[in-house]
T-cell receptor
Framework: QQKVQQSPESLIVPEGAMTSLNCTFSDSASQYFAWYRQHSGKAPKALMSIFSNGEKEEGRFTIHLNKASLHFSLHIRDSQPSDSALYLCAVSMQGGRALIFGTGTTVSVSP | EAAVTQSPRSKVAVTGGKVTLSCHQTNNHDYMYWYRQDTGHGLRLIHYSYVADSTEKGDIPDGYKASRPSQENFSLILELASLSQTAVYFC????????????FGEGSRLIVV
């Protein structure tokens, strides 16, 4: 059964700094990797996703994927107070019909 | 944008009672999901469906049943609610399965007393 773990559990970053979040997965057959963001009391919302090894950038957000290391990460450049939220990574296998989510990282950006 | 609506948004249930959480989507998506979230934690998959009249077990199906009577509607049923089922429940839909974006409803907060 796929295991998805995130680190750290929580972190506080100053406004304008870089936020780095990590996600590890257990199944080397995993094919799809995504990050979701959930503001307090709200529904999770997709941020970005990647299929292939390497890096993908969208605005202030960058995702890195290393399948051999069973690891992917999310980096947020120039962090803003509005980035304060619970960040969830998610993984699925080829042909998999459901996303398996990680345990979450709570990010607080201090003004 | 995709629309997924859940009802009720909040409910207090008694231990041993029956609870039904409903989900309706207007996205014409084939896949629908029920996840559970405990305070401040990640999402755990309970049941999902990729076609009407058929449901599949997720990672934590014990104590829950699901029903997909139509493409638009997906229900989660707790036949005998227990204290441990106190949580927030999220419904989601997606097009063509997990390699595509999930669109979540606003959640149903269930408190079992």
């Amino acid at each position: 059964q796929q295991k998805v773990q995130q680190s750290p559990e929580s972190l506080i970053v100053p406004e304008g700094a870089m936020t780095s979040l990590n996600c590890t997965f257990s199944d080397s057959a995993s094919q799809y990797f995504a990050w979701y963001r959930q503001h307090s009391g709200k529904a999770p919302k997709a941020l970005m996703s990647i299929f292939s090894n390497g890096e993908k950038e969208e605005g202030r957000f960058t995702i890195h994927l290393n399948k051999a290391s069973l690891h992917f990460s999310l980096h947020i450049r120039d962090s803003q107070p509005s980035d304060s939220a619970l960040y969830l990574c998610a993984v699925s296998m080829q042909g998999g019909r459901a996303l398996i989510f990680g345990t979450g990282t709570t990010v607080s950006v201090s003004p | 944008e995709a629309a997924v609506t859940q009802s009720p948004r909040s409910k207090v249930a008694v231990t041993g009672g029956k609870v039904t959480l409903s989900c309706h989507q207007t996205n014409n998506h084939d896949y629908m999901y029920w996840y559970r979230q405990d305070t401040g934690h990640g999402l755990r998959l309970i049941h999902y469906s990729y076609v009407a009249d058929s449901t599949e077990k997720g990672d934590i199906p014990d104590g829950y049943k699901a029903s997909r009577p139509s493409q638009e509607n997906f229900s989660l049923i707790l036949e005998l609610a227990s204290l441990s089922q106190t949580a927030v429940y999220f419904c989601a839909s997606s097009d063509r399965g997990s390699g595509n974006t999930l669109y979540f409803g606003e959640g149903s907060r269930l408190i079992v007393v």
